[in-house]
């Protein structure tokens, strides 16, 4: 088996599952509900990691070192964490 960074990172996978319990808590009010602040947070992190993952999609298919994307990709890797780790400990307990 395989030992991955993703695979260590379980505040990533956390988030992401905060993130699916906010939007289904947002969609059971309905078109007219608006999201509340908490969840507006959430959705903002989501979209900052989304972001970030694009960035790293166009490190992989640039024509840089190998080298060089390594050093960039994990920089990303790292915010990532870092957004997600802040989520989770921030909003967390509203999604337990």
Request: zero cysteines; hydrophobic letters at 35%.
């Amino acid at each position: 088996f395989n030992v991955t960074d993703s695979n260590l990172n379980r505040s990533v996978d956390e988030f992401y599952d905060m993130l699916a319990a906010a939007n289904k808590q947002h969609a059971g009010y309905g078109v007219k509900g608006k999201p509340s602040k908490v969840i507006k947070s959430i959705r903002t992190a989501g979209k900052m990691i989304s972001d970030l993952n694009k960035d790293i999609q166009t490190i992989t298919n640039s024509r840089l070192s190998p080298s060089v994307k390594r050093a960039r990709i994990d920089k990303k890797r790292a915010e990532i964490k870092r957004i997600a780790n802040i989520a989770v400990t921030k909003y967390g307990k509203y999604f337990d």
